[in-house]
């Protein structure tokens, strides 16, 4: 949370890494942040900016400028607001001469907003004195999402400021819509932790407005980068016919990953950075201890290996410790575990027992367990919002909320996720490759879910993908499933997207393969696809006839699925050390 604390006090920094320009631009929006707040609350001021826009845009913006907003704005989800708040940008006519330039004003102006938050939500935790335990701890959750948001915005503008030249068009096409469909989720998972109890309503009110106007700024920043990166792509498509470098099968090493790396994850063995053991044997006794003292925003693999033993903790990786690798001694033996839960008081966001956040995180032979059980609702073992992570032959173990993929690009390869309800939820772009899913005995009167996807806009490139695997029951579910409904999934939000393909599905899925959130909620926007599925309970003939499933047919559509595509995967899969495959 620095740079929340920095924030209060006026000192925040961009990164060294960052422009110019952009320094300069987030301290001067930082003054008028903060000048502003004295006088005026987020609801006010979203609705001013609107009006200022809509009243003199006109006025404003030369016959150029305003042609290049309106255009760039047709492609929004939103373009009244679109249009209104780029043209209450000071100067607009000589700043905006092209979409580059009006994504860029738009994602500054998003900015604004964010911050704007920031103080409302610190206001409330300063002055409502009838907050529940909850309720505190849902408003810090925000806290940390507002900060997660301005470092994706932030990211986003310094990527659009080397678009296109820096990376291949494809790859830096995914990295600004990852960005960017992130910060959206971002505002949905603060909303979301007021949704446990009536009361928790209340505050929620409160912070609604001012949420909903940056995710709806953020999605048509979002639409008009998809506009954008789209149409560049397909005019390079046309000027060549060689395939862009990440969508060959070779491995192509990132270049932030140096060449000791890339010996230390091809070798068969890893020497530790640190030790954990819970005998006192090595370097640290918790890991949470050993994350603490790994070297922040580090560019190198930092291996933190964790003997065989059971960890009773909850631990965090956050966002400034990158390039972590936990490394296990098997499945089996290496156990972290914890018990938060909702019913007791947490959100679900911070009921995880891991919460990986910074980027590149990595993790082998461990199992994540959270166990709070069937009754005490939502209780996570692993919460992922580490961009470009991946996890190999580890073990996600608890019942409902089991596996949180909150955001960004993440890959699961030879793991085992088991829970009852909505067991595989969250926004992230993932895939799950080679893993066994398994529904387990939930509480009575229960259905149990596979998957709650929670794509909430059309344009952000997120969704589960479940390929070369296995979805069946564990023992104790096998035993009694005729008396358990279970199912791939149900949509969590509204544009919800989950893709089965080439696994083997066993009987335990009832035959209409899918269920209703509540009533016709997403059912025709939702995308559920299957592909080339076996097994008992693989067949479609007695699936959900809504307007947003299908059954893919074609290898080309199915394809768009796969690590490669789906994930960028060719650009950093090889680097995990972890095997994969990028196709079908």
Known sequence: MTQIKELLTGKLQISHNYISVVKRKKKLVLAFSVTLLLV????GIAAGVHSRGKNSGNRELSASAHAIVKSSCSSTLYPDLCYSALASVPGASAKLSSQKDVIEASLNITTEAVEHNFFTVKKLIKTRKDLTKREKTALHDCLETID???????QAVEDLHEYPNKKSLSLHADDLKTLISSAITNQETCLDGFSHDEADKRVRKVL???????????????????????????????????????EVDGVKWPEWLSAADRRLLQSSSVTPDAVVAADGSGDYKTVSEAVAAAPDNSKTRYVIRIKAGVYRENVEV???????????DGRTTTIITASRNVVDG????????????GERFLARGITFQNTAGPSKHQAVALRVGSDLSAFYECDMLAYQDTLYVHSNRQFFVNCLVAGTVD??????AVVFQD???????????????????????????????????RIGATSDLEQVKSNFRTYLGRPWKEYSRTVIMQSSISD???????????????????????????????GTSKRVTWKGYKVITSASEAGAYTPGNFLAGSSWLGSTGFPYSLGL
């Open 208 to 246: 609604l407005a001012g949420q909903v106007h940056v995710e709806h700024m953020c999605s048509n920043a979002l639409a008009m980068i998809k506009n954008m990166t789209d149409t560049d792509i397909a005019n390079e498509g046309k000027t060549t016919s060689r395939k862009l470098k990440e």
């Open 435 to 469: 893993c066994d899913i398994h529904a387990r005995r939930p509480n009575s009167g229960q259905k149990n879910m596979v998957t709650a996807q929670g794509r909430t806009d059309p344009n952000q490139n997120t969704g589960i993908i479940i390929q070369k695997s």
């Open 423 to 428: 067991f595989i939820f969250g926004n992230a």
């Open 148 to 154: 997660d948001t301005l470092d994706e915005l932030h």
């Open 508 to 538: 335990v899925i009832d035959p209409a393969g899918w269920h209703i959130w509540d009533g016709t909620f997403a059912l025709d926007t939702l995308f559920y696809g299957e592909y080339q599925n076996t097994g008992a309970g693989a």
């Open 318 to 328: 956050t966002k400034k410790k990158k390039n972590i690798m936990f490394l296990g």
């Open 40 to 43: 005026a609350a987020i609801v």
């Open 346 to 357: 947490s959100t679900t966001f911070t009921s995880a027992t891991v919460a990986a956040v």
